[in-house]
């Protein structure tokens, strides 16, 4: 690189970067300021508009509670309404009273432009007075055209809590807008009498939703709600006038802009991309109330505008600069690089041979004094070059004598190399066939050279590779370095013993490496004799066998440890249980096997998956073995199944049962902390069962059978507990496997029957029967549902049962149809969760219609909560793909479960049925009382059926009567019956 280049370069690295650095900083620091700034100043401006909307609202909500209250509102309810139910005899008195209203509410609507129109709504949801007469006017909103309105639902929600009501936005039909409405009660003398509502006018809440004043030129404040997977924009925006719930962008469109933070309901701020994809500055709320996202937002350009003018300012300077220093150190470089280029030149004449050349003296400074010094050298060689050529002429003669006297020596010489020649050639051969031989040796052996005394002389490289020292650690070192400890003294002594009398030692060695590690050989060693028979030296010819160690190793791993937890696995467990009963037997100290199960594990594999749970295992392996004795034996079974076996620990049940105790509560304990997985805190516990042993009274497989029966009573007694064995629990396990085994029999053998209990109307007259199964067994009798209905759905034989009685109630339907008495008989089928989860359940129902030629509209699937919560998207579809084929659906038990109304209007019922347990105590309990109101009601307003069932006594019917029930079953009318009973039972009643 030439010297001017280096000056320039110099100059701009120590005068123009550090310039060019503090200036980007100073940038940097002032861009980071307004940056802040901005952000706090948007903040501000979103609280303040959220409040100033959330308050508007607030406003618009008390004018209707006042209006709603006022004397205008109430004297127009009460002749409007009188006027309304005769208008089509009185024409002209209705037009008289709705004018006077008109005159009374014209100041809202035409000259405050707070509400766009009024309506007078009665509590059958008819609407008697509406200020605009749009379509809506004189329709119901509860059978009307617009009964799913945003209006019909701020109705029926103040007819239900009477307290105003906001209603969320929507394009309104009759006025062709988006609309919003407020609704209030109307109440007099504490009586409810109808509903004020009001649709609140857009303009002036655009106005003062979208003020955008603070927001700048370009700055505006953007409203929307949840649409689908998407979002739809409710108010007019700045660059889009005709947004107002028209303009929607899908998921995929708003996940990068504020919106999305505000409609996932969080608060904040930042630089984003808005619904134009242009950067902006913005601040996003929630707003609740209204279910909105609200965003406030300024393009990026114009907040930052001063930034951007700063960075052109500051790039320009630095330009200017960077071409001034580029100048200057241009001309100084030249300066002083033109002298010396000068001198190179010179040089480079002198070097070709010319030595009487010489350089310009007359540079200033330091050049100058340079030249000078250059010349004085070039004159100084030129006086040795003359005197250099002197000598070689002298050396060249002494020369020519030396070459003459060793043309005679080499002769001599090639004479003795040729015997040379052929001696090297015999040795070379010889060496070549030691050398291969070695070469073999080494690539299959490890081979080592110690003297009597075990001191080692000589290691392959092999043997350095395997034990990890460098040949100079081993050599002068004893054998003893690479000891084990793996085996005995006597192992060693006997070894001696056979190679010091001079035979071959052969055997199986486990040596330690230089880092602590352990390999295994297999070694032959020779004892080298010398010329009086005794040992000299010994050569150890020695086979890795290590990784044929570690196989063995694995292999008994394998077979008798789990792979996981690295605990003993069935197989090791029972025999250390054969050997522990053996060893009770001699000493007559009793033992104990405990049998954990973790708690909902399966629940962890399903959501954080299995290697979650295969860490929660590992971590349950090390707390109970830190709970027990290292004699003691903690084993797993596989899955989340542990056993520990306890032994020797007293001569007395009394006292082993409570140290057993004691130690099954420590391990509880333990294994309910909360283990940290991944970051994660997982909570977990266990169910643990006990049973005592002594000698050989019970083989292993009962021991681990009687503990897993406890362990499963302690599930059954709620988790997280323990509990001991208990002969009854042989008792009641072995019970139940005979009724399962019964069971089985049931449907081949026609051991099961249909029960029928009647439903009827407010009349008494039979609307149809629910079926109900019962089990007739040929030495049991008859067995009752809730001993055989649970253990039939524990073993799944509940589908087995399900599709029996769904084709006996078809069968029974389609013999009704052609009773007269009968024909529009329902049937009502009980449906279980497995079930109904079956992928072809309604491809079987519709079969079993066609095949029974039964009439779909009169059975009826009866469902729990615990059904149709299980996956509502799949139920839903499978119940509409049921209504398809004309069934009725009934939802069982309402009210026992988790009753929702978000799932309760998915789904497309026929009818509810209110749970026996509320029925029970309606007409002595106030909160069995209400809810079962509640219920009916509720069934009212969505349009469904409702039947009680378990209805036993007239007190309890005629409050039922009195709520609006529509139908009944219980013992007040009928047990469940055979059909032959019960078609007599119709016959009596209908006489």
């Avoid at 001191?455 to 590779?465: L, S």
């Avoid at 019970?698 to 406890?710: N, Q």
Wanted: aromatic share 8%; proline share 3%.
């Amino acid at each position: 690189m030439r010297i001017f280049t280096r000056l320039l370069l110099l100059f701009l690295l120590v005068a123009v970067l550090p310039l060019a650095l503090y200036s980007y900083l100073n940038l940097r620091q002032g861009e980071a300021t307004l940056r802040q700034q901005a952000l706090g100043r948007m903040s501000g401006l979103a609280d303040k508009k959220a409040i100033q909307v959330k308050n508007y609202l607030a406003e618009r909500v008390q004018d209707v509670r006042l209006l709603a209250r006022g004397p205008r509102v109430e004297e127009a309810m009460g002749t409007i309404s009188q006027e309304y139910a005769g208008r089509l005899k009185n024409a002209v008195n209705y037009q008289r009273e709705d004018a006077r209203a008109r005159l009374n509410f014209e100041r809202y609507v035409e000259e405050a432009g707070r509400f766009y129109d009024l309506f007078l709504i009665t509590p059958e949801g008819e609407i008697i007075y509406s200020q605009k007469h749009e379509s809506d006017f004189a329709t119901n909103l509860i059978t009307g055209p617009y009964r799913n309105s945003q209006l019909a639902y701020a109705f029926r929600a103040a007819r239900m809590t009477l307290e105003p009501i906001v209603s969320g936005y929507e394009h309104y039909e009759p006025s062709q807008a988006p609309a919003l409405f407020i609704a209030a009660p109307i109440m007099m003398d504490g009586q409810f009498k109808g509903v004020f509502a009001v649709q609140l006018g857009n303009e002036l809440f655009y106005q003062v939703a979208t003020d955008a004043t603070g927001l700048g030129q370009s700055g505006e404040a953007a409203f929307a709600r949840r649409d689908g997977d998407g979002v739809l924009y409710t108010t007019p925006l700045k660059y889009r006038s005709d947004a107002a719930m028209k303009f929607r962008l899908d998921r995929q469109q708003i996940k990068t802009t504020p919106m999305f933070g505000a409609l996932s309901g969080e608060s904040g701020e930042g630089v984003k991309l808005d619904y134009r994809g242009k950067s902006v500055v913005a601040a996003w709320r929630y707003l609740p109330g209204l279910d909105w996202g609200m965003v406030v937002e300024v393009d990026a350009d114009e907040v930052f505008a001063p930034i951007y003018q700063q960075r052109t300012v500051l790039l320009q300077t630095l330009l200017a600069l960077l071409l001034f220093a580029g100048l200057l150190a241009y001309y100084f470089g030249r300066q002083i690089s033109r002298p010396l280029e000068g001198m190179a030149r010179t040089a480079d004449e002198v070097a070709g041979g010319s030595l009487d050349m010489r350089a310009d003296e007359s540079a200033p400074g330091e050049l100058g004094l340079f030249a000078c010094a250059f010349n004085r050298m070039t004159e100084s060689l030129q006086v040795l070059y003359r005197s250099l050529e002197d000598r070689v002429e002298e050396r060249t003669r002494e020369l020519n004598v030396t070459n003459e006297e060793l043309q005679e020596e080499i002769i001599e010489r090639e004479q003795l190399e040729s015997a040379l020649r052929d001696s090297e050639t015999y040795l070379r051969v010889s060496l070549e066939d030691l050398r291969y031989q070695k070469f073999a040796l080494d690539q299959h052996s490890v081979v080592a050279l110690t003297d009597v005394s075990g001191t080692i002389t000589y290691v392959n490289d092999k043997f350095c590779e395997i034990s990890g020292y460098a040949a100079q650690e081993l050599i002068g070192q004893n054998h003893r370095l690479l000891n084990s400890g793996t085996h005995p003294a006597q192992f060693f002594s006997d070894m001696y013993r056979t190679i010091e009398s001079g035979q071959v030692w052969s055997g199986e060695m486990c040596n330690r490496t230089r880092d602590k590690g352990l390999y295994w050989v297999r070694v032959t060693i020779v004892p080298y004799l010398d010329n009086d028979g005794k040992p000299a030296q010994y050569i150890a010819i020695q086979a890795d066998i290590t990784a044929s160690k570690k196989a063995e190793e694995e292999i008994r791993n394998l077979a008798f440890y789990d792979v996981l937890t690295q605990l003993p696995n069935r197989r090791l467990l029972l025999d250390r249980i054969n050997l522990a009963l053996s060893v009770s037997l001699r000493s007559q100290h009793y033992g104990a096997v405990l049998f954990l199960d973790m708690d909902r594990f399966k629940t962890l594999n399903d959501t954080l998956g299995h290697d979650y749970g295969d860490l929660l295992l590992i971590e349950v392996a090390k707390r109970i073995q830190s709970c027990v004795r290292e004699v003691d034996t903690v084993a797993r079974l596989g899955g989340d199944e542990f056993v520990v076996l306890i032994e020797e620990i007293d001569a007395h049940a009394a006292e082993a049962s409570q140290k057993v105790a004691l130690i099954a509560e420590k391990i509880r304990l333990s294994l309910t902390v909360p283990y940290p997985l991944k970051g994660r805190q997982h909570h977990s516990s266990p169910s643990i069962g006990v049973c005592l042993y002594l000698g050989h009274e019970e083989s292993a497989d009962t021991l681990l059978k009687h503990a897993d029966m406890a362990m499963y009573q302690a599930k059954d007694s709620g988790r997280n507990t323990v509990r001991f064995f208990d002969p009854k629990m042989q008792h009641a396990v072995e019970a139940r496997a005979e009724l399962e085994a019964d069971l089985r029999h049931a449907v081949p053998d026609e051991q099961l029957h249909l029960y029928y209990q009647i439903q009827l109307d407010n009349e008494q007259r039979a609307l149809g029967a629910e079926a109900l199964v019962r089990w007739i067994h040929p030495t049991r009798g008859m067995v009752s549902p809730a001993q055989f209905i649970p253990v039939a759905e524990e073993s799944a034989l509940i589908l087995e049962i399900g599709a029996w009685v769904l084709e006996t109630a078809c069968r029974q339907l389609s013999d009704w149809s052609k009773n007269e008495l009968t024909r529009n008989l329902s049937i009502s089928v009980n449906v279980s969760a497995q079930q109904f989860k079956l992928v072809d359940f309604v491809d079987k129902v519709e079969a079993t219609l066609q095949a029974c030629g039964a009439p779909a509209a009169l059975l009826k699937l009866e469902l729990t909560e615990s059904v149709v919560l299980s996956d509502v998207a799949d139920v839903v579809a499978k119940m509409h793909a049921l209504k398809a084929l004309g069934v009725q659906l009934s939802l069982d038990d309402f009210g026992t479960g988790y009753s929702s109304l978000s799932y309760l209007k998915r789904l497309p019922l026929d009818q509810l049925k209110i749970d026996q347990s509320f029925v029970r105590d309606i007409a002595t309990d106030a909160n069995d009382a209400v809810m079962v109101h509640a219920i009916i009601d509720m069934a009212h307003n969505f349009g469904l059926d409702v039947i009680a069932e378990g209805v036993e006594t007239e007190d309890q019917l005629a409050f039922l009567k009195l709520h609006g029930c529509m139908a009944y079953q219980g013992y007040l009318f009928s047990k469940p019956v055979p059909v032959e009973a019960f078609e007599k039972l119709l016959g009596r009643g209908n006489s």
